[in-house]
């Protein structure tokens, strides 16, 4: 039973005092150590000796070299004690924090893409820099906390750790967005680009002309390998030669992935998708650099055809889908010696794998992947 209302007429300096008094084990506040948590104020409050009154010392003020050592960008995981200037930039409404690398690339990509969130893909409608550390050791000092009112720490314990902004979980790979490509870039260019991380797939776009986007794609297994590529990668330069690019690193998404690959259908496949990259895979355009790249292109299509395009089986675009993997693998086969030798595998992996076509055309695409390792892997004799 809570103490009648007659007993809780003390001032709040009196209560943090008793509290401040007693011994109490610390409950772990990692951002202010130096606090002390009671285990239950209801405890306290049925205890309390009323006519006991002290005065109440300010608690110990932690500084920002504590905090420092603790918050990190939420985008490649950088520490704020490793950061430029010891500064992060606070996100407006969602409250992230990102480093000032990541900040930067996210700002030289405005024009082609909203300005949003790394993390969250919410609006950004402003930031402020938040500095964990003056130049040379000096700390900016954090301002001491007062003690609570009664009311405040009867409803709840004011000295408790404030809960982390955590991540959702996903199965999905996480997917990097790779700005300012040059135009010969491949998806072998970029899976060596990140080594030794090994990404599960890179995707080089292409227009309807088959002109290469100056944009790209990785898919990685994990949030941690994309935030090494993110922390090894955006001071590296990609390409050689007059080609070679400083690039533009930013955290992307399934959806805005799926939504590049098929633009004119809201990110679904859609026929005119198909007529326009078989239309590339057949005859090809001067525009494309590199013969292996609208092949690679289908291997894209076909692994971001998920489930939700179930409803593709049966209708004319799962059919010409079908139809335009067997001619690829037709021709790649009838020209080994002009594609990459990755492109085949990699064309028959994904279509394997894509769960838009039936189960006959499943079959029919395992009996081709074998006789395709029959004769092309298979130990000359």
């Known amino acids: ?41 209801f405890d306290r409050l049925a205890t309390v000796p009323i006519s006991t009154v002290s005065h109440v010392p300010l608690v110990s003020t932690p500084t920002r070299a504590h905090v420092s050592h603790i918050i990190s960008c939420s985008v490649c995981g950088s520490h704020a ?10 996100l407006e409404p969602c409250k992230h924090l990102v480093c000032r690398a990541c900040m930067t690339h996210s700002l030289n990509i405005v024009g082609e ?13 402003n930031f402020s820099l938040l500095s964990t550390a003056k130049a040379g050791n000096s700390v900016d000092p954090i301002p001491a906390i007062k003690p609570p009112g009664i009311a405040s720490m009867i409803l709840a314990s004011s000295f408790a750790p404030p809960v982390p ?21 491949t998806p072998t260019m970029l899976t060596t680009w990140v080594a030794p991380i090994s990404p599960l797939a890179a995707h080089v776009l292409l227009d309807r002309k088959g002109k290469t986007l100056s944009h790209a794609f990785l898919e990685l297994c994990t949030r941690d390998d994309a935030r090494t590529v993110l922390r090894a990668c955006r001071t590296k330069i990609l390409g050689s030669g007059r080609r070679a690019r400083g690039v533009t690193l930013t955290l992307s ?66 059919e010409k889908l079908f139809a335009l993997v067997v001619e690829a693998a037709d021709k790649m086969l009838a020209d080994r010696p002009a594609f990459d030798p990755a492109v085949l595998p990699d064309v028959l992996s994904a279509a394997r794998e894509c769960a838009a ?21 298979a130990p000359a004799s």
């Open 81 to 90: 004690s490793s950061a430029a200037r010891g500064e992060l930039t606070l």
């Open 253 to 318: 998404s399934q959806d805005e992935l799926r939504l590049q690959l098929f633009p004119n259908h809201n990110g679904a496949l859609g026929s005119s998708d198909v007529d326009a990259l078989g239309e590339l895979i057949r005859t090809g355009t001067v525009f494309i650099k590199d013969v292996n790249l609208p092949h690679w292109l289908l291997a894209s299509i076909l692994r971001k055809v998920g489930p939700a395009d179930k409803s593709l089986v049966g209708s004319a675009t799962q």
């Open 165 to 185: 902004i955590t991540e959702p979980l996903s199965s999905e790979p996480t997917v990097i967005r790779i700005d300012n490509c040059p135009w010969d870039v």
């Open 113 to 125: 893409k909203n300005f949003s969130c790394m993390t969250c893909d919410a609006p950004i409608i």
């Open 357 to 377: 076509f039936s189960p006959q055309q499943q079959h029919q695409l395992d009996q081709l992947w074998q006789g395709v390792c029959a004769l092309v892997f």
């Open 1 to 41: 039973m809570l103490p009648s209302l007659s007993a809780l007429q003390t001032s709040s300096n009196e209560l943090a005092s008793f509290l401040a008094s007693s011994p109490i084990s610390p409950s772990g506040s990692t951002l202010f150590p130096s606090l002390h948590a009671p285990t239950s104020i």
